[in-house]
């Protein structure tokens, strides 16, 4: 499978607290893409990072890439009862298609 | 912010007739996807288009499905004779290549389809 695997899977925290989600893939990539779903709702995109690229940030958010490793990280700062959410990263693969896992489930407790 | 519209919201239908789940995407883009995401379970993609043309399609796209551009504006997905199994969340999506070739795709809110 060429998909892009989320861990963990479901990860729980308290409000204020960081949260780091992982991503790992199987072909090489054009960019890498993480959105954010809410329950029941659309797909939210929030950062892409390029292949050239390791680390790129975005307000709260910190993505790492390792083309070496293939594999990627998702960091929320200072985590909020809004982040509470699905995040998928989504891989694109060199004929520009997006590659989905199933996505990490983030809930955040008061 | 431009963004992407699906209409409807929520389409209800029986068992073998046809829908037509429509999507507005963003003014100056250029490619159009259509994934689906049944209950619980990951996104899959569909179909990409681009040029008036479909550009790459999964093996779900099968004969059942058709994808059109009838205008400048809207792009649509007919299911011609629906199943059970294609209850799931319809995305549209749409794409530029962007400042720097990322091909960011930004996704439409979805469109419940429920078959009974």
């Known amino acids: 499978s060429q998909q892009g695997e989320e861990d963990p899977q479901a990860l729980s925290i308290q409000e204020g607290e960081n949260a780091t989600m992982n991503c790992s893939y199987k072909t090489s990539i054009n960019n890498l893409q993480w959105y954010r779903q809410n329950s029941g709702r659309g797909l939210v995109h929030l950062i892409l990072i390029r292949s050239n690229e390791r680390e790129k940030h975005s307000g709260r958010l910190r993505v790492t890439l390792d083309t070496s490793k293939k594999s990627s990280s998702l960091l929320i700062t200072a985590s909020r009862a809004a982040d509470t959410a699905s995040y998928f990263c989504a891989p694109m693969d060199s004929n520009y298609q997006l590659i989905w896992g199933a996505g990490t489930k983030l809930i955040i407790k008061p | 912010e431009p963004e992407v519209t699906q209409t409807p919201s929520h389409q209800v239908t029986q068992m073998g007739q046809e829908v037509i789940l429509r999507c507005v995407p963003i003014?100056?883009?250029?490619?159009f996807y259509w994934y689906r995401q049944i209950l619980g379970q990951k996104v899959e993609f569909l179909v990409s288009?681009?040029?008036?043309?479909?550009?790459?399609k999964s093996e779900i796209f099968d004969d059942q499905f058709s994808v059109e551009r009838p205008d400048g504006s809207n792009f649509t997905l007919k299911i011609r004779s629906t199943k059970l199994e294609d209850s799931a969340m319809y995305f549209c999506?749409?794409?530029?290549?962007?400042?720097?070739?990322?091909?960011?795709?930004?996704f439409g809110p979805g469109t419940r389809l429920t078959v009974t």
């Open positions: 999506a749409s794409s530029d290549i962007g400042l720097l070739g990322g091909y960011e795709q930004y």
């Open positions: 288009f681009y040029n008036n043309e479909i550009s790459e």
């Open positions: 003014s100056n883009h250029l490619y």
